[in-house]
């Protein structure tokens, strides 16, 4: 049974430049969380989707980032004009899930971002 | 201040010796995850609880919901158990787990 997939696993590209991270959810889990990771900060939740709905997007930095999930199975975060302070380890975790419900979150392998 | 404090930050133990993670949370929870993350990994969800206690094979995690806390335990710890011990929690009103930022563990033969 496939797990959460994410691509690519590591990104070296130079500021300004559009990045997407990509994420397949396990089949038939219908909320879908984007988190982004650093030494300062920890785990940080950036969006909710929950049926393909952006339900919270409070956790997106600025108006460089978006997300997008067009059907139930891919979902994309963008960063355009990309910084370095961008650097982190994204990572996209899906879960069986309603709200407030006790599903345990799978995560993917993350995507390891690096702005130079 | 972060609603979820682990304890200790860092911790170096010899392969064998039993190892207690701490994790302190200051809203009402719904869940509570204990998450593992090896170097350069991803991350594997170990536990979820709500209430008592759990075990999966050497791994113990125990709740105390009046005095929200909980513990991590390694029975007979071994040098693959090295990785970053992570505590989060669900609160009642909210569906993304809130982190802890994570405890760094070396076990050394």
């Known amino acids: 049974d496939a797990g959460v997939i994410q691509s690519p696993r590591h990104e070296v590209t130079e500021m300004g430049q559009e990045v997407t991270l990509r994420c397949k959810p396990i089949?038939?889990?219908?909320?879908l969380f984007w988190y982004r990771q650093t030494m300062m900060r920890g785990l940080e939740l950036l969006i909710y989707?929950?049926?393909?709905?952006?339900?919270?997007d409070s956790g997106m930095p600025e108006d460089r980032f978006s997300a997008k999930m067009p059907n139930a199975s891919f979902s994309t975060l963008k960063i355009q004009p990309s910084e370095p302070r961008d650097s982190a380890v994204y990572f996209c975790?899906?879960?069986?899930?309603?709200?407030?419900?006790?599903?345990?979150?799978?995560f993917g392998d993350g995507t390891r971002l690096s702005i130079l | 201040k972060n609603e979820v404090e682990q304890s200790p930050q860092n911790l170096t133990a010899q392969e064998g010796e039993f190892i207690t993670i701490n994790c302190s949370y200051s809203?009402?929870?719904?869940?509570l995850h204990w998450l593992q993350q090896h170097p350069g990994g991803g991350i594997v969800s170990l536990f979820m609880?709500?209430?008592g206690k759990k075990k999966h094979g050497r791994l113990i995690a125990t709740i105390n919901i009046q005095e929200k806390h909980s513990s991590l335990h390694i029975t007979a710890s071994h040098p693959r158990d090295s990785a970053v011990y992570i505590c989060?929690?669900?609160?009642?009103?909210?569906?993304?787990?809130?982190f802890g930022k994570g405890t760094s563990l070396l076990v050394t033969p």
């Open positions: 809203v009402g929870i719904s869940a």
């Open positions: 989060a929690v669900l609160s009642n009103s909210g569906y993304a787990l809130n």
């Open positions: 975790a899906s879960s069986l899930d309603i709200p407030y419900s006790n599903q345990p979150q799978h």
């Open positions: 089949s038939g889990h219908n909320s």
């Open positions: 989707f929950n049926n393909n709905v952006p339900i919270d």
């Open positions: 609880l709500s209430s």
